[in-house]
């Protein structure tokens, strides 16, 4: 579905990555996830052509990516929800939502309508301005932004920072019902426990590349990784 290889990029003199390798097979949750400064966000800000790639290749779906712009990146079917819940505050809930919205391509596909029935607490909160909702409901509503796209892929920085344990599993379960429905979802994040039973698989991210994979189980068996790439 997506193939990252040997990507290299980063910010004007400074190289952050140094050949990503990973792979999201169809329908698959696989994981990003490393210490503060490794380089995921840049791995998330150049697969979405916010950063140029220097060198290597992203595919979705047979199609070079590398080279693209983040509008044309969306159009094929990538929505992100970015770090720190970029909504736009002046706007409603409604408005924010309808900004992104594409038509469905199939009759299960997202409509304005949908999103509501996902996440209850945003339509009894439409007519509300977006930066009058809790940290918890802006980031239901960047999920459903992102979904009003009509992704093939989910790309989440940071979803569940700073959220309290109830709204992060709230978050949890949405992403897992997406799952089910065939969604493929990359997500960064340090909540290792709660994430697992999401994923098919996780990618350490260590200095711009990937250091290990595997699954949550291989994982949890290997403390020292935790230790040494984590500082758990
Ligand atoms: N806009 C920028 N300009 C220059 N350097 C940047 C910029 N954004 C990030 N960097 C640098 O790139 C490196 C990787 O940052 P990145 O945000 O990709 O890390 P991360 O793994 O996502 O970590 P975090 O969990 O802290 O977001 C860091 O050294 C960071 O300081």
């Known amino acids: 579905m997506l193939t990252v290889e040997a990507l290299t990029g980063g910010y004007g003199g400074s190289q952050v990555l140094f050949g990503m390798d990973f792979e999201a097979g169809a329908g698959q949750a696989v994981s990003l996830i490393g210490r503060n400064g490794m380089g995921k966000t840049t791995t998330v800000r150049t697969l979405m052509g916010m950063l140029p790639a220097r060198g290597g290749r992203i595919v979705l779906q047979g199609t070079l990516l590398t080279t693209l712009a983040p ?14 819940r970029r909504v736009f505050g002046s706007l409603s809930v409604e408005e924010n939502l309808l900004a992104t919205a594409r038509r469905p391509s199939s009759a299960k596909g997202w409509t304005f309508d949908r999103v509501l029935t996902l996440f209850p607490r945003l339509r009894e909160r439409r007519r509300q301005s977006a930066r009058t ?41 949405c992403l897992r019902s997406l799952k089910q429905e065939g969604l493929t979802i990359i997500v960064i994040d340090k909540n290792l426990t709660e994430m697992a039973s999401l994923l098919d698989r996780h990618h350490i991210v260590e200095k711009g590349r990937v250091v290990w994979s595997g699954t949550p189980d291989e994982l949890r068996a290997r403390s020292d990784l935790a230790h040494r790439y984590l500082g758990i």
């Open 133 to 173: 909702l809790s940290g918890g409901e802006q980031q239901m509503l960047a999920i459903g932004r992102a979904l009003m796209t009509n992704p093939l892929l989910l790309v989440l920085d940071e979803a569940t920072e700073g959220l309290a344990p109830l709204i992060r599993h709230e978050i949890w379960d």
């Open 71 to 84: 509008h044309a990146v969306a159009r094929l079917g990538v929505g992100l929800v970015p770090e720190g």
